[in-house]
């Protein structure tokens, strides 16, 4: 009795302490479907969430990670084409994970790198891609916001200033 | 239980006491496998990315972990050893005693160098596999410190010939000349390397379409490369040795 008490006792030192360690991390390790890790943790989870978004085609859903006041205006079919110029129905894909978070001095900008795996379906190539997302937030309490749209879009030249 | 696994367990929990009573020296071995590992993630870092020239790296340290762990550990107690057989020790336990506690060492050390670097950096490829593939070289590194503290005659030669052991492991990599440039002598030397089969399975499992027989059949090959080496161990200790102390 005296063994599996111990033994209990350990193992549940040792899972708290993992879970620390994820933890401060920022979610690095996996941790146990828990949401762990802190701002990092939680860019990371948006990160993935949006790219399984991607992956099964949900655009309404992946335009949710925007700003609700650009929200309705996200075109993520033609974003996706820009980002991994392909169109959405000729890209598969087949797996992504996080390569790292970071957050800025201020904590109000993010970025995370991606590293996605596609098969450009037309092709029949499998290529690896790296992706940088950007996210921001108005205060420290405020949720993340995806900046794919700013990132993506079209740069039109600024008529006040020289060239 | 048989003889030989019982001399094996009282000398394993024996030399784990030892190890463990020499808290100072313990925290150096351990604490220099995350500091490698923050070197490597300062290193990669900067260009935000893993290279193979990463994998080559870690998995060397690996076995230098295993190497410079054991190299000491039987030649410093010789003494010992000579004395204990007379009264029935067999050689075999006493390496078994000797490769449980360095792998549990060496398992700490791996996942505490790979952790500091997947903290910055995540590595391609699935972590249990490449932790697996890491273990496999520091413990072939514990084989090969092991071997050098049988036959030598004294610690300082120990500790002199662990360079001997790792340099090869650079000179017969593809770091050194593109393998395809190898002389046939070159490429079976290089087969004769534990870093090469770590790395092989580094390499492929991070690969875009990842060849899975041959990340099971490097990891096989360290395998069997451990257990040859520890055997060759075993034999180089039946020799009965006069020790002046």
Sequence with gaps: ?163 | MSTTRRQSHILAFRYRDCLLGDKGGLFLVLAQAPFIGWLCAVVWGSIEQDTPALYFVLCLSAVWFGCVNACREIVKERAIFERERLFGLRPGAYVVSKVWVLAALGAVQVVLMQGAVEWHLQLRGPMPLELLALFGASLAGTGLGLLVSAVATTQERAVFAVPLLLLPQILFSELAIPDNLYSDVVAALEKAMPVHWAFRVFEESAALEPRWHIVVLSLVVLAAMCTLIFGVTTVALFNRREVVT
């Design chain 1, 1 to 163: 009795m005296k063994k599996v008490v111990t033994a209990l006792l350990v193992l549940g030192l040792l899972t708290g302490g993992y879970l620390g360690v994820a933890h401060v991390s920022g979610g690095v390790f996996w941790t146990m479907g828990l949401a762990l890790g802190g701002d990092r943790g939680a860019l990371r989870r948006l990160a993935l969430s949006f790219l399984e978004d991607i992956q099964f085609k949900d655009f309404v859903s992946a335009a949710g990670y925007h700003a609700p006041d650009i929200r309705d205006g996200v075109d993520i079919p033609f974003l996706i084409q820009r980002l991994f110029t392909v169109r959405p129905e000729a890209l598969d894909i087949m797996d992504y994970e996080v390569v790292f978070a970071d957050i800025d001095s201020g904590g109000l900008r993010a970025r995370v790198k991606l590293r996605v795996k596609v098969k450009l379906l037309m092709r029949e190539l499998i290529e690896e891609q790296e992706v940088m997302l950007y996210f921001e937030r108005e205060s420290v309490d405020d949720p993340w916001y995806m900046k794919l749209e700013d990132s993506l879009r079209q740069l039109s030249p600024d008529s006040t200033k020289q060239h």
